[in-house]
Nanobody, 127 residues
Framework: EVQLVESGGGLVQAGDSLRLSCEASIFAFDDIAIGWFRQAPGKERERVSCFSGIGRYYAASVKGRFTISKDSAKNTVSLQMNSLKPEDTALYYC??????????????????????WGQGTQVTVSS
């Protein structure tokens, strides 16, 4: 059973930074894509960023502010979020799946292809 555990969320002010982490209990960690999604109240879940062996994807709304990275020794993918805005407020999830993948320009959008999801970590940005 794959387990994903997110951490690092919190309440910050606009312009502040947060670093989210997703620790995965996956053996073939280097062979899969790990994606970050978020869902704000009353809105659909959206793709934020993804790390794979062939690229790093960023949604237009976060490009230039967020940076995704991976620490294979710790089986962890992190999302450094700078210059946070109130519109970044959401529950952030990481997810993996055998059919999920991403490149620099594409983040596979079919959520059912991501078999495992974390419980989410809340990010709240006040204005």
């Amino acid at each position: 059973e794959v387990q994903l555990v997110e951490s690092g969320g919190g309440l910050v002010q606009a312009g502040d930074s947060l670093r989210l982490s997703c620790e995965a209990s996956i053996f073939a960690f280097d062979d899969i894509a790990i994606g970050w999604f978020r869902q704000a109240p009353g809105k659909e879940r959206e793709r934020v960023s993804c790390f794979s062996g062939i690229g790093r994807y960023y949604a237009a709304s976060v490009k230039g502010r967020f940076t995704i990275s991976k620490d294979s020794a710790k089986n962890t993918v992190s999302l450094q979020m700078n210059s946070l805005k109130p519109e970044d407020t959401a529950l952030y999830y990481c997810a993996v799946g055998n059919r999920g993948y991403c490149t620099d320009d594409y983040f596979h959008p079919v959520e059912s292809d991501y078999d495992y999801w974390g419980q989410g970590t809340q990010v709240t940005v006040s204005s």
